[in-house]
């Protein structure tokens, strides 16, 4: 027996000491490609000398003697920490993800590769100007020199994924910076999925009427009725099963309600506690580890420009120099239209088009299966766009027998001259100036928010779509693309595009908010991202006569809900305060419970408070249960409370409260029953999920940040390393936004919010100060992959300052670049 056990201890211990050795192996392999950010490196494509400064927040100051080499010395930065985010990057606008992970992105490749995105990139480079050109290019050399660094010292792959997938990085090429942009234009879009679902549901419901109350317009003008789709395309049924689309954190298909946000205002010197311009900004994208943002300050020849900039483009997309303050939002601008097209039953090849059978414009595409063998696509294309499979966005379910469906969308130019205009931006002196060459702007579509030292102002930029007066469905749902009145007809004019310089008020603002109401086809959008958070923003910004970067900094991190405050008074108006009596622990005690907290909230959505939790559960059942009836199966799209939905309902809004009464019921039940019977639903959801006692439940528990790693995040043990979950305040409809994924088993998880906060003060431009949601790096054993991370929840900033003296006090490296 002492023999057998002093074995079975010598294998136990020679065990532990393998996978010590083979964890420390591990360890080794990944912690090579940690960048060494204090060296002087020699790199081929380098006309002078880079100095990299990083301080102590690892953002780098980029200094040389010409701007190429800035630009240089920005691309050698972005591959040191963000290599494997580019190189996924890439690959998803080149539909070659499938190369690296097999089977499961093959849908995201066949998609990407109808749209073309990678090769209209590359077509469009010849169109920049000498400037752009070159700063793409110098980009270009500075990510292939930290490559060619790379694979010279063998430093780990440069990327400890690498490790896992075989994913071969070939040198970057100036197109691939501009596939990047036309990738964001791609999670950007949601008009597509909109015009989809708005005609699935006109031909789910009974009375037409209804489809203003369950997809309601933004309050102000109307519009003039439009016909039924059913009678576009009678021979649908009235409801078809779709395909989903691919669910994969490497899809960049964004779901309903995920197709980009942001907040962005500004005061002038006259609405300024100490007489400057102000300029606040958080754009709101998917959360993920790493985040989208990579803070960097450039020093240009016409002086320093710091802010955000995306891996793998050479340019500040949100930011300032001393000159000039600029942000985006997303615009929710009409850039796509669906066209269904008619085959021609003698020649499958040809559509039907105005001047009669065309054939489609078509080429095959070879996609390359990891483990796999490869498969070919037909791609092909009609006047209008790329034709689309029935198997992708449900298009399946609103196009008949003998019929494909098309997709017109700005983002698809060849001419695209986006990049142009984002270093010209860069370079600009005024908002006035920074207006005009923001006309290059093709795709995506923002809102450009601008101050400069005396200035304030805001202009649509990107290429609005012209339509015709007589198109069938304004752009709203699919259309005959066969019918010449339902066709683009070019670009309007810039000067279209609404503007907003120097208000009488003093203070710009946007909130993903309708900002125009004109008639069509000028009219912008029908689809809005947020009628609810503007009137908070309003409240917040005219309750002060002047403001500071405290105040601004203090609204972007405004966590009250005009909307609960709004929704609780009219489903809550005949359940409160009833006097009825109920005994301890039955559901009518609890039920009074939840009515006695939520009456005396106040509708922040504090993540310590249980009251949100009550609220959000609530309203989600709620919703459920008014449309299930009516829309059956379809009602799973419908993942987000619509605010105006529920308050048309509860206000009765045309007959909008015959929703409440459930059709395949004999009595007819009232919008107070479902209320009641909806808070019923949500306390139980809530006990099961997290507990009976109300008063110590935390929206926190429930609303955790999600910044996973696309690729790792759920790879066992591992994604306890990777992914970055955060307790945090905020919801769908408040200013500090924290929209929530509205599925699964946790509906109310943060999935999409500000990856990127910043505040600029032009009365002190270097007090200025922003954030990103985790950290700098994309490496999850360097210290800067969170460090930003508790400041970003906890509502905190680091110095945005141009001051090189106070880069260079206690700077975390400096890296000299100088030429072989």
Same mark, same amino acid.
């Given at each position: 027996?002492?023999?057998?056990?002093?074995?079975?201890?010598?294998?136990?211990?020679?065990?532990?000491?393998?996978?010590?050795?083979?964890?420390?192996? &591990?360890?080794?392999?990944?912690?090579?490609?940690?960048?060494?950010?204090?060296?002087?490196?020699?790199?081929?494509? $380098?006309?002078?000398?880079?100095?990299? &400064?990083?301080?102590?927040?690892?953002?780098?100051?980029?200094?040389?003697?010409?701007?190429?080499?800035?630009?240089?010395?920005?691309?050698?930065?972005?591959?040191?920490?963000?290599?494997?985010?580019?190189?996924?990057?890439?690959?998803?606008?080149?539909?070659?993800?499938?190369?690296?992970?097999?089977?499961?992105?093959?849908?995201?490749?066949?998609?990407?590769?109808?749209?073309?995105?990678?090769?209209?990139?590359?077509?469009?480079?010849?169109?920049?100007?000498?400037?752009?050109?070159?700063? =793409?290019?110098?980009?270009?050399?500075?990510?292939?020199?930290?490559?060619?660094?790379?694979? #010279?010292?063998?430093?780990?792959?440069?990327?400890?994924?690498?490790?896992?997938?075989?994913?071969?990085?070939?040198?970057?090429?100036?197109?691939?910076?501009?596939?990047? %942009?036309?990738?964001?234009?791609?999670?950007?879009?949601?008009?597509?999925?909109?015009?989809?679902?708005?005609?699935?549901?006109?031909?789910?419901?009974?009375?037409?009427?209804?489809?203003?109350?369950?997809?309601?317009?933004? /309050?102000?003008?109307?519009?003039?009725?439009? +016909?039924?789709?059913?009678?576009?395309?009678?021979? $649908? +049924?009235?409801?078809?099963?779709?395909?989903?689309?691919?669910?994969?954190?490497?899809?960049?298909?964004?779901?309903?309600?995920?197709?980009?946000?942001?907040?962005?205002?500004?005061?002038?010197?006259?609405?300024?506690?100490?007489?400057?311009?102000?300029?606040?900004?958080? +754009?709101?994208?998917?959360?993920?580890?790493?985040?989208?943002?990579?803070?960097?300050?450039?020093?240009?020849?016409?002086?320093?420009?710091?802010?955000?900039?995306?891996?793998?483009?050479?340019? %500040?997309?949100?930011?300032?120099?001393?000159?000039?303050?600029?942000? =985006?939002?997303?615009?929710?601008?009409?850039?796509?239209?669906?066209?269904?097209?008619?085959?021609?039953?003698?020649?499958?090849?040809?559509?039907?088009?105005?001047?009669?059978?065309?054939?489609?414009?078509?080429?095959?595409?070879?996609? #390359?299966?990891?483990?796999?063998?490869?498969?070919?696509?037909?791609?092909?294309?009609?006047?209008?766009? /790329?034709?689309?499979?029935?198997?992708?966005?449900?298009?399946?379910?609103?196009?008949?027998?003998?019929?494909?469906?098309?997709?017109?969308?700005?983002?698809?130019?060849?001419?695209?001259?986006?990049?142009?205009?984002?270093?010209?931006?860069?370079?600009?002196?005024?908002?006035?100036?920074?207006?005009?060459?923001?006309?290059?702007?093709?795709?995506?579509?923002?809102?450009?928010?601008?101050?400069?030292?005396?200035?304030?102002?805001?202009?649509? %930029?990107?290429?609005?779509?012209?339509?015709?007066?007589?198109?069938?469905?304004?752009?709203?749902?699919?259309?005959?693309?066969?019918?010449?009145?339902?066709?683009?007809?070019?670009?309007? /004019? *810039?000067?279209?595009?609404?503007?907003?310089?120097?208000?009488?008020?003093?203070?710009?603002?946007?909130?993903?908010?309708?900002?125009?109401?004109?008639?069509?086809?000028?009219?912008?959008? *029908? #689809?809005?991202?947020?009628?609810?958070?503007? !009137?908070?923003?309003?409240?917040?910004?005219?309750?002060?006569?002047?403001?500071?970067?405290?105040?601004?900094?203090?609204?972007? @991190?405004?966590?009250?809900?005009?909307?609960?405050?709004?929704?609780?008074?009219?489903?809550?108006?005949?359940?409160?305060?009833?006097?009825?009596?109920?005994?301890?622990?039955?559901?009518?005690?609890?039920?009074? &419970?939840?009515?006695?907290?939520?009456?005396?909230?106040?509708?922040?959505?504090?993540? !310590?408070?249980?009251?949100?939790?009550? *609220?959000?559960?609530?309203?989600?059942?709620?919703?459920?249960?008014?449309?299930?009836? #009516?829309?059956?199966?379809?009602?799973?799209?419908?993942?987000?409370?619509? +605010?105006?939905?529920?308050?048309?309902?509860?206000?009765?809004?045309?007959?909008?409260?015959?929703?409440?009464?459930?059709?395949?019921?004999?009595?007819?039940?009232?919008?107070?029953?479902?209320?009641?019977?909806? @808070?019923?639903?949500?306390?139980?959801?809530?006990?099961?999920?997290?507990?009976?006692?109300?008063?110590?439940?935390?929206?926190?528990?429930?609303?955790?940040?999600?910044?996973? !790693?696309?690729?790792?995040?759920?790879?066992?043990? @591992?994604?306890?390393? &990777?992914?970055?979950?955060?307790?945090?305040?905020?919801?769908?409809?408040? =200013?500090?936004?924290?929209?929530?994924?509205?599925?699964?088993?946790? /509906?109310?998880?943060?999935?999409?919010?500000?990856?990127?906060?910043?505040?600029?003060?032009?009365?002190?431009?270097?007090?200025?100060?922003?954030?990103?949601?985790?950290?700098?790096?994309?490496?999850?054993?360097?210290?800067?992959?969170?460090?930003?991370?508790?400041?970003?929840?906890?509502?905190? *900033?680091?110095?945005?300052?141009?001051?090189?003296?106070?880069?260079?006090?206690?700077?975390?490296?400096?890296?000299?670049?100088?030429?072989?």
């Amino acid at each position: 027996m002492g023999l057998v056990f002093r074995w079975l201890v010598r294998i136990a211990t020679g065990l532990v000491l393998l996978a010590v050795a083979a964890v420390g192996l &591990v360890y080794f392999l990944a912690s090579q490609s940690l960048p060494d950010y204090d060296q002087t490196v020699q790199v081929s494509g $380098l006309r002078a000398p880079v100095e990299i &400064v990083r301080d102590t927040a690892n953002v780098p100051h980029i200094l040389a003697e010409s701007d190429p080499d800035v630009f240089f010395g920005l691309g050698y930065a972005h591959a040191q920490d963000r290599l494997w985010q580019m190189t996924v990057m890439r690959r998803t606008a080149q539909g070659r993800l499938s190369e690296v992970f097999g089977k499961r992105t093959v849908p995201i490749d066949k998609l990407l590769r109808r749209f073309d995105l990678y090769s209209l990139a590359h077509r469009s480079v010849e169109v920049q100007d000498d400037y752009t050109k070159a700063a =793409l290019r110098a980009y270009s050399a500075g990510v292939n020199a930290r490559l060619d660094e790379i694979n #010279e010292n063998a430093l780990g792959r440069g990327a400890p994924e690498m490790f896992l997938f075989n994913a071969s990085v070939s040198p970057w090429q100036p197109g691939d910076s501009i596939a990047i %942009i036309k990738l964001m234009s791609l999670q950007l879009s949601g008009h597509l999925k909109d015009e989809v679902l708005r005609a699935r549901t006109s031909l789910m419901l009974n009375d037409p009427k209804r489809l203003a109350d369950i997809l309601p317009d933004v /309050p102000g003008a109307g519009i003039a009725a439009l +016909p039924e789709y059913a009678s576009l395309f009678p021979e $649908l +049924p009235r409801y078809a099963e779709g395909t989903p689309m691919p669910d994969t954190p490497l899809s960049p298909f964004p779901k309903r309600g995920l197709a980009g946000a942001s907040n962005a205002w500004s005061a002038a010197p006259s609405r300024s506690a100490i007489g400057g311009t102000l300029l606040s900004n958080d +754009p709101h994208l998917g959360l993920t580890a790493p985040g989208i943002w990579y803070l960097a300050r450039l020093e240009l020849a016409k002086g320093g420009v710091i802010g955000a900039t995306i891996p793998g483009v050479p340019a %500040i997309m949100t930011g300032r120099s001393d000159r000039l303050g600029w942000g =985006l939002t997303s615009s929710y601008l009409d850039d796509q239209d669906v066209h269904i097209e008619q085959l021609n039953p003698e020649n499958p090849e040809e559509y039907l088009s105005p001047d009669g059978f065309k054939r489609f414009r078509s080429r095959p595409s070879i996609i #390359e299966i990891k483990d796999e063998a490869p498969i070919t696509l037909t791609l092909r294309w009609t006047e209008n766009g /790329p034709v689309l499979p029935g198997s992708h966005y449900d298009l399946e379910t609103i196009t008949p027998p003998g019929h494909v469906a098309s997709l017109a969308w700005t983002a698809l130019s060849p001419r695209d001259t986006s990049m142009t205009a984002s270093m010209a931006l860069m370079n600009s002196d005024s908002v006035r100036e920074a207006i005009d060459v923001a006309e290059l702007f093709i795709a995506p579509s923002q809102n450009l928010s601008l101050v400069d030292k005396d200035t304030i102002g805001m202009k649509l %930029i990107g290429a609005m779509p012209g339509r015709d007066i007589r198109n069938q469905s304004r752009g709203r749902i699919p259309t005959p693309g066969w019918l010449a009145e339902n066709l683009w007809q070019g670009r309007l /004019p *810039y000067a279209n595009n609404p503007e907003f310089v120097t208000p009488a008020g003093g203070i710009l603002g946007n909130t993903n908010n309708k900002i125009i109401d004109r008639p069509f086809p000028n009219h912008v959008s *029908y #689809e809005w991202g947020d009628t609810q958070r503007v !009137h908070r923003w309003e409240r917040l910004m005219q309750s002060r006569e002047v403001h500071t970067r405290d105040s601004f900094i203090e609204a972007q @991190l405004d966590t009250v809900s005009f909307t609960a405050r709004s929704l609780l008074p009219l489903i809550g108006a005949d359940l409160w305060f009833t006097g009825a009596s109920a005994p301890e622990g039955t559901p009518e005690r609890q039920r009074q &419970v939840a009515l006695a907290l939520l009456a005396e909230w106040n509708g922040e959505m504090n993540e !310590h408070l249980p009251e949100p939790l009550i *609220y959000a559960a609530w309203l989600r059942a709620l919703q459920i249960r008014l449309i299930s009836d #009516e829309l059956g199966p379809l009602a799973a799209e419908y993942k987000h409370v619509e +605010p105006l939905f529920i308050e048309r309902v509860y206000r009765d809004i045309d007959g909008a409260s015959v929703w409440c009464d459930v059709r395949q019921s004999a009595p007819v039940e009232t919008c107070t029953d479902m209320a009641r019977l909806a @808070l019923d639903d949500a306390l139980i959801w809530i006990s099961e999920k997290y507990g009976g006692s109300l008063e110590s439940l935390r929206w926190g528990d429930a609303h955790q940040a999600t910044h996973d !790693h696309p690729v790792l995040g759920t790879v066992p043990v @591992l994604r306890f390393f &990777v992914n970055i979950r955060q307790s945090t305040s905020g919801g769908d409809n408040t =200013l500090l936004r924290g929209r929530t994924s509205g599925e699964g088993p946790n /509906p109310f998880q943060n999935v999409h919010g500000a990856g990127y906060r910043g505040v600029y003060d032009f009365a002190d431009p270097n007090s200025s100060v922003f954030i990103t949601a985790t950290g700098q790096s994309g490496h999850f054993l360097s210290r800067y992959y969170d460090d930003q991370a508790q400041l970003w929840r906890r509502g905190e *900033y680091i110095p945005m300052s141009l001051d090189m003296d106070l880069a260079r006090a206690a700077a975390v490296g400096v890296t000299n670049l100088t030429p072989r």
